[in-house]
Every structure is written in C-alpha cells, then in structure tokens.
C-alpha cells in the first residue's frame, strides 16, 4: 500500500500565503484518507525533506507569486519543479523545491518517487489572517483534487 504525506506550506500571517497549511487543516477537519499522513511545513524547506523520507507518494500545496488570475491552481510534476540550493548559511534559503532536489540525492530510494505540486495563485502576500475569496475557493478545489490523487494512488 502506498505511503502517502501531503505537506502544506507558508506563512498564515501573510494572508494568502497561509494556503498550504489552509488545504492541510481541512484535510485533518474532514477526515484524513487512508495511507495518508499530513504536515504543516511552514516556511520549514528541511522539515519537507524529513517529512517525506520513507514515503511513497508527496503532495506539496503552496501558494504562488500574485500576477493575473488569483486562485488560478497550477498542478504540476515535483521533478519540474525541484531546484539545487543557493549557497547560503541561512536555513530560510532552503525552500521546498530545494528539498525535492536534496531528499532525492541524499535519501535516493527512501524519497518519495511521484511527487506533485499545488500551487494557488495568491491575491496578496501582506501582513493578515484573511485569505481573499478566491483562494479559499481554491483551496476547497485543491482539497477534492488531492483527495482525488490519493483515491488513485491507493488503487493503483
């Protein structure tokens, strides 16, 4: 059976970019799917990279940069997105897309080989506790679509 961690990540005082914890607190208010463990990763790059060791399948939901369309989802594959660290003495350098690249090279076989991405695009990024409209809509919709993925994953 699949080992599957669903990881939401950003900063809930930053308005929307509190998504990714959003999608992982109604994950565990409506019932977690089974095989399936869930994290809060913060703005925490390491703790991605411990938290999905030994797994089978990773879920990422974070937010993306405002531009055009805010709560516009972007599904795309881990490995595309996977990214070698800066050189930095600063821990808050090491974002996720720098734990998909480092889990992979240090754990090998132990990193999760089918990683998937969930990106919402933000309507603002400030100092706040509210999420606008569109992204709580959003997050309601990446919420269907990774139970969706993992109702897939565990009939595979």
């Known amino acids: 059976m699949p080992d599957i961690v669903v990881i939401g990540c950003g900063n809930p005082n930053r308005s929307d970019d509190g998504v990714g914890p959003h999608v992982v607190a109604r994950l565990h208010e409506n019932g977690l799917p089974d095989h399936t463990r869930v994290f809060d990763g913060g703005t925490d790059g390491m703790s991605v990279m411990y938290s999905a060791r030994g797994a089978t399948h990773l879920i990422i939901v974070d ?4 531009e055009v369309t805010p709560g516009a989802i ?6 595309v997105l996977e990214a070698p660290p800066n050189q930095s003495l600063n821990l808050h350098d090491f974002r996720w897309d720098h734990a998909l690249y480092a889990g992979r090279r240090i754990y090998g076989d132990d990193f999760p080989k089918l990683v998937s991405v969930f990106l ?6 400030k100092l706040g506790l509210e999420m606008s409209r569109e992204v709580v809509l959003a997050a ?3 919420e269907g679509r990774v139970r969706e993925l993992i109702a897939k994953w565990c009939v595979q």
Do not use: H, Q, T
């Not at 972007?74 to 490995?79: L, N, Y």
């Not at 919402?120 to 990024?125: M, T």
């Open 74 to 79: 972007f599904e795309v594959p881990g490995e």
């Open 120 to 125: 919402i695009e933000a309507a603002s990024l």
């Open 63 to 66: 937010a993306r940069m405002p």
């Open 140 to 142: 309601d919709n990446v």
